[in-house]
């Protein structure tokens, strides 16, 4: 297993196209970090404007606020909704690659068994996903700590403002970005499941993607009827609770409680759906792989 699996990873790395969601994640984490460096506090001023009314904000909080935990934080909410695709490249070319070049009947002639195969296939795809990831969290987090500096990390919700005290803050990014490698492990099983029917790697990575917006738009959609139908069962709706280790407790006189998470039940329930979708979508693959016929 593990000499199939180096040979997979070697496979996977050796292709170009692999370095593009790389280079693609840099990017984004440079221009944005580049944007704040140079006119930060523009950026501070229209993103207050909303509650400037409400709230009293002088220049020494602003400095305060442009820390490195906060760019992170702003990085994320940008790059985990885009991550699917780049983690979709991979996972949904790892079955179809194979037949698109006439390789899977041979590899396959090899002494393990269709599910061993697929596994192995799976499994490198995972850590693919979660080497991009760690990529993401060294520029992103480590990146925006060296540029900006540390400090208390400000949190707007709809509630009102969070702030968490800055040596509170560190360990809620690695449960973050933990949670985040689950839910794009999610996004990669579903693209892996296409990719077992597909002939072509196109379809499954158009496919993955497709299934994705179309449910993430529903998971966004403020519609009553879908609220209780529909979006408590859709696996985006939970990508997103990496989130909730950001909202912390607060004593009644309104002071933050450090450690706390605002409500790790429902972050636990959500992880516990994607885990489900992982193995349900892994299942799947596994039981149409060992049915289907090989011709290519």
């Given amino acids: 297993m593990w000499s199939l699996l180096k040979i997979e990873l070697y496979k996977i790395f050796k292709r170009p196209r692999t370095y593009i969601a790389f280079g693609a994640a840099a990017a984004i984490v440079f221009l944005f970090q580049a944007g704040l460096r140079f006119d930060g506090k523009s950026y501070l001023d229209l993103m207050l404007s909303n509650i400037d009314d409400a709230f009293d904000f002088d220049d020494s909080f602003k400095d305060r606020l442009l820390n490195g935990y906060f760019i992170c934080f702003g990085i994320l909410n940008i790059l985990l909704i885009q991550m699917p695709l780049l983690v979709a490249l991979v996972a949904g070319d790892a079955i179809a690659g194979e037949a ?4 899977l009947r041979l590899a396959l002639i090899r002494p393990v068994s269709r599910t061993q195969y697929l596994l192995v296939k799976f499994l490198a795809s995972v850590i693919y996903t979660l080497i991009l990831l760690i990529w993401l969290a060294v520029l992103a987090l480590f990146g925006s700590m060296l540029l900006f500096g540390v400090n208390d990390m400000t949190v707007f919700r709809a509630g009102g403002i969070e702030v968490i005290s800055s040596g509170d803050v560190l360990w809620r990014y690695f449960a973050a970005f933990g949670y985040a490698a689950v839910a794009l492990t999610a996004v990669a099983a579903l693209a892996f499941l296409l990719s077992v029917f597909a002939e072509n790697s196109i379809g499954p990575i158009v496919a993955a993607m497709s ?8 998971s966004e959609m403020n519609i009553p009827i879908y609220d209780k139908t529909i979006r408590p069962y859709l696996f985006t709706t939970h990508m997103v609770a ?9 004593t009644e006189e309104g002071i933050t409680i450090n450690g706390s998470v605002g409500n790790l039940p429902a972050i636990l329930k959500s992880l516990s759906v994607l885990v489900i979708y992982i193995a349900s979508f892994l299942a799947a693959a596994i039981w149409v792989f060992r049915k289907k016929d090989i011709l290519s």
């Fill in 242 to 250: 990496w989130k909730g280790f950001f909202y912390v407790k607060s």
């Fill in 100 to 103: 698109n070049m006439g390789t």
């Fill in 211 to 218: 299934i994705v917006v179309v449910f993430t738009i529903l």
